[in-house]
């Protein structure tokens, strides 16, 4: 006798726009982050409200997609924001996901099932098509369901494919001489070279590693004050550069310091001065080297390859599997030993931007295919 397929699971859809919902979703949304086989660091519900409350432009709006199995279990969530922007002249309600602030590779948090949660999602964001006309979803792995279903969406909606970020990324598999050994000989000598110089010239040279909610805020002034003259001049992405962006660290770093799972890396001379300065999260089994940079002064010495790569080594060994860059300032004066030297490849993401052509986005849309064929023509 064959026994009965089992049967699909149920799931209903509800839609969070206010900050209270938010609050009081606390116990069910990090009951799932427990359990979860999908997601990560930045669909959790203590970045969302961080990143909320410290980083939300003005006239954003919280949209927050929430999915719950036949017994009303928290089975999934997506963490959405909806912005008003200019596209060729028009103004556009576009959905993004939260975790682009100061996240990455943000996604979907789920328990299981992570298609079947994406494809009831996907129902509901056509159902209620009216109150959106693109949706930008950034940083996706090339295997993820958005980019498998939503690239031909059909329904009068057209997506756009796009690549996006491009991070260093390394594997922590053996051990780190073997790492070492494999990297260009010009690579390893203008390392060598560069800390036999700063040995030099600051004897006594030491790192400093900041990874408890005491000890991380004060080594976070002083990482701020390293980036003082990159803010000033406007040369670089630094957290500085945005009094929110510091607001947001301030509350953030101790929080995930206190589970192990940030620390601020502090290379300083041999008078306690600071040469470069490292901020490091971790999201589940990946280190991820989100800001770093160095005093100008000190450029010839490629102080940020000096303490990253050496932020790298300590990696290996450890419970951590992968290692990424996001946001280096580094000196020229590295060279060929430039941190992503040291990185075995990239890891590419993508970029899809599905457009709702029954929005007035459509006629657009069409203008500008037409366009482009004739000029094409």
Partial sequence: MSLPESCPPVYSVTVVHDEAALVRLRTDWETLEDQAEEGGRYSSWAYVRLAWQHLAPPG?????????????????????????????????QVLRHIGIWEGDRPGLLALDDGDGVWAVLWEVLVARRSEWQVLDLR???????????????????????????????????GDWAAHASRRAAAAQAARDQCHDRLQARHSGATTVVAGTPDDILPALDC??????????????????????????????????????DAAVWLLLDGEGRALAGLIRLRDGDTWIERHACFDPAHADLAPTLLLATEALQRSFGTSAQVSTLVNLIESKDAGAAGVRHWYDGPCQTQRLSVRNLRSWLGPVVWLKERVGRFRQA
């Avoid at 999915?67 to 002249?89: A, I, K, N, S």
């Avoid at 690549?163 to 598999?173: K, S, T």
């Avoid at 770093?253 to 589970?259: E, Q, S």
Wanted: net charge positive; with cysteine; proline share 7%.
């Fill in 139 to 173: 940083e996706l792995l090339p295997d993820s369901w958005p980019l498998r279903h939503l690239v031909q969406p059909k329904q009068a909606f057209s997506g756009q494919v796009r690549l996006d970020i491009v991070a260093p990324f390394q594997r922590l598999d």
């Fill in 223 to 260: 990482y701020l004050q390293l980036e003082r003259p990159w803010t000033a001049e406007g040369r670089a992405i630094t957290v500085g550069c945005n009094l929110r962006l510091v607001a947001f660290y301030r509350d953030w770093l101790p929080r995930l310091a206190a589970r192990g």
């Fill in 60 to 92: 954003t709006r919280l949209w927050l997609m929430l999915v719950r199995d036949g017994q009303g279990r928290l089975h999934g969530v997506l963490p959405l924001v909806c912005l008003v922007e200019r596209h060729h002249g028009l103004r556009l």
